[in-house]
């Protein structure tokens, strides 16, 4: 890492600015000099001051107090406060057509239910909340919270920080720091996602090959399942495994934030055996392994198993072998293939058990059948 410095155009004093090498670090420095670009003492001046003019909007508006850390309290006042005008002047038609596209999308402004809506994102009084989604569309967060009823508001919090210094206190940085820049990692419902202002190769091998997370344009995101385990488990997972790796990260959920420092996750199962749900397989186990595993011979010596791309499929009937290779092979089995096991052991133990009986009305055909020869004629094959 190289280093230079510019001025701050507010009080003149040097800041620093890093890049990979002398040269990159120059061009920044000289491009940050003719931006006009402040210290980040200035920022927090200038950001106290908006941020405290927002809170008091928001208490004069009536809108219930935020909780959180005092750092983060004030940066989501304005957070929330920019969001909520947004929707006022979308409703009110006061926004160009390109700003409207930008903070609304294809919503219906004049939807009955928007009202409801609105009510609900008033209530969230998290911090973090806030802060998580302060760069998504003011309808994204209208949908979200009609899907789902507003938290309680909480105990009234202090209102007295920065949002530079909200952003330094959810910060982590490893002692073999690879970058300065940080990977702030965001829960939204579901969905983690990581914003990352980097375009590094080892940073896209990591989150995309081993950690399954996928560019959606703006960040590296991936849908939690419960094949995945708890949102929980994976948020610390990734910022474990980005601490170990060099990255700095950026949490504002304390708890997560305790969890990726300590490494206190439930690693995440790869080899699983789920159930087909449609198709020409529908009922049938479907057996799937990471890309860089070979289990395809064990799997498809599987009684009656088939190859479907990428998977292996095997019919429930062959449950007993299918358990004893997922015990064997460290499979975790899904609860729709539990299922289907289950309903097939249940079938197989109910059907009834017979000793066949002896076949009647034919002749016997084996050894010893024939009668025993005379030398005489039969009397109906004579002549008359």
């Known amino acids: 890492m190289a280093r230079a410095y510019f001025h701050c155009s507010t009080c003149n004093d040097s800041v620093a600015i890093y890049g990979h090498n002398r040269r990159e670090a120059d061009r920044l420095a000289a491009w940050h000099e003719s931006q006009g670009h ?3 003492d200035c920022e927090q001046k200038a950001f106290a001051i908006k941020n405290a003019e927002a809170a008091q909007a928001n208490a004069a508006a009536g809108l219930p107090p935020l909780s959180g850390t005092d750092k983060q309290v004030q940066w989501a006042e304005s957070i929330r406060a920019e969001t909520i005008k947004a929707i006022a002047d979308a409703r009110n038609g006061r926004l160009s057509p390109l700003e409207q596209a930008r903070l609304w999308g294809d919503l219906d402004t004049d939807d009955p239910g928007l009202d409801a809506a609105l009510v609900a994102l008033q209530g969230q009084t998290r911090a973090s909340w806030w802060i998580d989604r302060r760069d998504r569309r003011a309808s994204d967060l209208l949908a979200e919270v009609a899907a789902s009823p507003a938290p309680a508001p909480q105990a009234n919090p202090d209102q007295a920080a920065l949002a530079a210094a909200a952003q330094a206190e959810a910060t982590v940085r490893p002692t073999a720091e690879q970058t300065a820049a ?11 996602e990581i914003h990352f202002p980097e375009k590094r ?10 950690l399954g997370y996928a560019w959606n344009g703006t960040a590296w995101a991936r849908p939690i399942t419960a094949r995945s385990g708890p949102l929980a488990d994976r948020v610390a997972e990734l910022g474990a495994r980005l601490l170990a790796a060099g990255y700095p990260i950026r949490l504002q959920d304390p708890e997560h934030r305790r969890r990726a420092i300590e490494a206190d996750y439930q690693p995440e199962r790869k080899r699983w055996i789920t159930g087909y749900t449609s198709g020409a397989h529908q009922g049938w186990l479907c057996i799937q392994w990471p890309r860089d595993e070979d289990l395809y011979s064990p799997a498809k010596r599987l009684p009656g198993a088939r190859y479907d791309k990428p998977a292996i499929a095997v019919p429930a009937s062959s449950y ?23 309903a097939a052991r249940a079938a197989h133990d109910a059907a009834l058990m017979v000793q066949p009986a002896r076949i009647k009305g034919r002749e016997p055909c084996g ?3 024939m009668p025993e020869a ?6 109906a094959l004579m002549d008359d």
């Open 201 to 210: 190769e080892d940073f896209r091998q990591l989150v995309r090959f081993e």
């Open 38 to 40: 402040i210290c980040a």
């Open 320 to 342: 007993d072998a299918i358990e004893d290779f997922a015990e064997a092979h460290g499979f975790a089995i899904s609860d729709t293939a539990r299922g289907y096991l289950d």
């Open 182 to 192: 940080v990977a702030e990692i965001r829960v939204i419902g579901d969905k983690i």
């Open 367 to 369: 050894p010893g059948s």
């Open 374 to 379: 005379t030398g005489e004629i039969d009397q």
